[in-house]
């Protein structure tokens, strides 16, 4: 009711969530939160956990996969300083209608959060250091409340949810990663209430975001959206400077391409009885990786990744009979890996001393631990593990490195165990499938927002006639340049932001679905595609773990013949494990009625 606003809620935390449901996005749910947040009262906004069951694609849940709420994850904050990297752990996007989440993220591991005060004698110490998108969930209500509070006492209005989404998500820092890792960036409330106070140089977008195409012919914003080989759509896109100076905003339309990739394989010789004796693995258990691979040193031309990656991804897995011979779903051996920042201290130019020629890090070989500070660590039930890094040259000082450790939490009875690794790099490459317009379609790289003052432009997807069917990653990367007031220009970009675009193209009939081999080529690594899936299953924890892809099929009306439609899953060398299929159908949406240009029908 409009006439009683102002004393109902604004901001909506839910730390909860519903590992069991398996359409996530399109559950009753995550409908309904849609519904309560765009329809029932637009001026009240959830921030939304999407879970912990990473690391695996497509393992958002419910109702975190809600269309119009901040679905939120969990990035870093250690006490090292090395802050903004995605939590392991963290779920990913998309959810079951192929949409982007999270939306937003923010600190919510390895920081402080709140304890219950009947825990504590003293309130001063109601505090604890702990991870979760549970805890970056009230974290980005907390922002949330920050920057509301700072519309309605610029604007003087209390925002549209929608409006409000938008705002936020295009005010939030780029971390280099991919929209289903990190939606539209690491939220920035200092950067957002700036903005809504006409700081110069400061702007904001709508949409912040975009998933391409329609559905029962019109493009909708809380329901599946496809867009078929050889289509195009352009889309309405507005820029807003509040700030007393002008400023142009340049445009890169990109996607992440591999650029950079090593893999290896270490046959782990002998139980662990030995100390390392004869190249045998010594069998320790602690802080100390049996490995150290390097990625990038500085200054050294044989470790090298080029300059403009945005992204470091590495991989580890180990032979499935020493992590589960017996199928008793309890995991024996599994991997430990570490990615660390390699600081030169001593100036020696060492980050390990092999001493016995061995390849493997020995206790007598650990002698420059000091120098190693840890990005991450994953160690978790499951035979594979994987560690991401964003823009590694912000803070990669002299080096980075990725560690590799048998954790031997029951020993297999296994002599010789085989763990393979790799670690590709990834760098935003212009993307031919989008192209940037003004408002009258005349194409552009650079449009001029003066100050106080919104300027409308577009940009265009067009989807080629080979283009492979699937979800499709890519974006718009903008570039802002203040112009001063004596009519000088900024030598360099004072913000980037690349606003996320998933583009999805279906399948048409029956189709055949390969996977590219595991060959170490770097052409061959992706991010996400559907031909391509990892075992990322986390035992005794959450149900969507595991590495879930969501494929569209536009099943031709000729086909419609009453008859049943065949899914054939081969994995003719996997003797320990399958790929699990679900079929879902189309069914009418519960709202419909009353949104619907945003639902469809």
Known sequence: NPLTWDDQPNIGSFSFGYSSVDNSGADSYSLYLDWLTRVYNNQTHYAVAIGNGGHGYGTVKVPGAAQGVFSVGAFSSRTNGLWGQSAPWNNRGPNVVGRMDPDIVAVGWSATGDVPLNLRNNGNSATTTWGGTSLATPITAGLLAIVEQSWLENRGDYPDSQVFRDFVLSTADDRGYDPFVQGGGWFNASRATATLDGENGTWSATPSQWMSGTFQGQHRNANINTISQGESQTVDLQFSNAGQTDMFLDFIPERLYPVAHQVGQWLSIGNGSSNGENDTWDGYQESRPDLLI????????????????????????????????????????????????????????????????????????????????????????????????????????????????????????????????????????????????????????????????????????????????????????????????????????????????????????????????????????????????????????????????????????ALDTGGAAIVDVNWDDNEWTDVDVLWLSQTPHGYAEEAPLDYGT
């Open 294 to 557: 390097p990625i990038h040193i500085s200054n050294n031309t044989t470790y090298q990744i080029p300059s403009d990656t945005t992204l470091i991804r590495s991989r580890a897995v180990i032979e499935y009979a020493a992590f589960d011979d017996d199928l008793d779903t309890e995991s024996d051996e599994r991997i430990e890996i570490i990615m660390y920042r390699w600081s030169d201290e001593d100036g020696d130019g060492l980050w390990v001393t092999d001493v016995d020629n061995d390849s493997m890090v020995d206790s007598e070989d650990w002698t420059e631990s000091d120098e190693l500070e840890a990005y991450a660590t994953w160690y978790l039930h499951g035979p594979q593990a994987e560690l991401r890094v964003g823009l590694p040259f912000e803070d990669m000082k002299d080096g980075i490195m990725l560690g590799i450790s048998r954790n031997d939490v029951d020993p297999s009875g296994l002599d010789n165990v085989s763990i393979e690794w790799d670690w590709t790099a990834f760098k935003p490459r212009v993307d031919d499938w989008v192209s940037t317009t003004d408002n009258e379609g005349n194409p552009i790289t650079r449009l001029l927002v003066p100050a106080n003052s919104t300027v409308d432009s577009q940009f265009t997807i067009s989807v080629p006639l080979n283009a492979s069917s699937g979800l499709h990653q890519h974006g718009i990367n903008i570039r802002s340049f203040e112009i001063f007031s004596n009519g000088s220009l900024a030598n360099e970009s004072h913000r980037d932001w690349t606003l996320p675009v998933v583009t999805n193209v279906p399948w048409s009939g029956p189709f055949d679905l390969f996977a590219k081999p595991l060959d170490g080529n770097v052409s061959n690594q992706t991010l996400y595609t559907e031909s391509w899936i990892s075992g990322a299953q986390r035992w005794n924890w959450r149900a969507e773990s595991g590495d879930w892809r969501f494929l569209s099929v536009d099943w031709p009306e």
